[in-house]
């Protein structure tokens, strides 16, 4: 079965609402990361966050490792937000990690 | 700072054939990755490399060769195309340990006739 599971699959928001996207897992996860993919396909890590809370820029995420969980808020959402958003665990130490099918956000102007 | 390149961008193949693709990094990274993903769906491993002359297969190896000629290189063969296969390919590589950042390069886009 899937070991990464995201919802929802898509979000429609208008400019300046705040985001919430969840990951949840079916495996223990050593590491767990969150991937911003652009429209035009390239990919970038956006944090690691395998236990706790972390905040980078407008982006929060916390993680509850026992509940094997993981949410991304994204605050004030702007168009340039908008993109598919992945979250990816590795199950080992060697940083070979499984993806989840993403969330598909779109921010409206 | 340092870049991921895959080549070529698009592929274009016949079903049976044999088609291969290249990444260049020039971060000095250890380990080199190749993901497969298909449309509407997350990332899947194909093979990973944590040193040069080294293969570790994913989930999703069958069907697929793959090469680490040198540190900075890694190659992925598709051994025999499937018709109407259509998907992006995509290179990453980071340092190597658990904590560490994979960088992506910006996919080889492959659709079989």
């Known amino acids: 079965g899937q070991q990464v599971q995201q919802s929802p699959a898509s979000l429609v928001l208008q400019e300046g609402e705040n985001a919430e996207l969840q990951c949840n897992f079916s495996s223990t996860a050593t590491q767990l990361q969150w991937f911003y993919q652009s429209p035009g396909g390239s990919l970038v890590s956006l944090l690691s966050n395998p236990s706790g809370t972390k905040h980078t820029g407008r982006l929060t995420s916390t993680t509850v490792t026992k509940e094997r969980r993981s949410s991304l808020h994204i605050s004030s959402s702007q168009t340039t937000d908008s993109g598919t958003y992945l979250c990816?665990?590795?199950?080992?130490?060697?940083?070979?990690?499984?993806f989840g099918s993403g969330t598909k956000l779109t921010v409206e102007p | 700072g340092g870049i991921i390149t895959q080549t070529p961008k698009f592929l274009i193949g016949q079903e049976g054939q044999k088609l291969t693709l290249k990444c260049q990094q020039n971060?000095?990274?250890?380990?080199m990755y190749w993901y497969r993903q298909d449309s509407g769906k997350g990332l899947r491993l194909i093979y990973y490399s944590i040193t040069e002359n080294d293969l570790q297969k994913g989930d999703l190896s069958e069907g697929y060769d793959a090469s680490r000629e040198k540190k900075s290189s890694f190659s992925l063969t598709v051994t025999s195309a499937q018709k109407n296969e259509m998907a992006v390919f995509l290179c990453?590589?980071?340092?190597?340990?658990?904590?560490?950042?994979?960088?992506f390069g910006p996919g080889t886009r492959l659709l079989v006739l």
């Open positions: 971060f000095n990274h250890d380990t």
């Open positions: 990816a665990i590795d199950r080992s130490n060697y940083n070979v990690l499984y």
């Open positions: 990453a590589s980071s340092i190597g340990g658990s904590q560490d950042t994979q960088y």
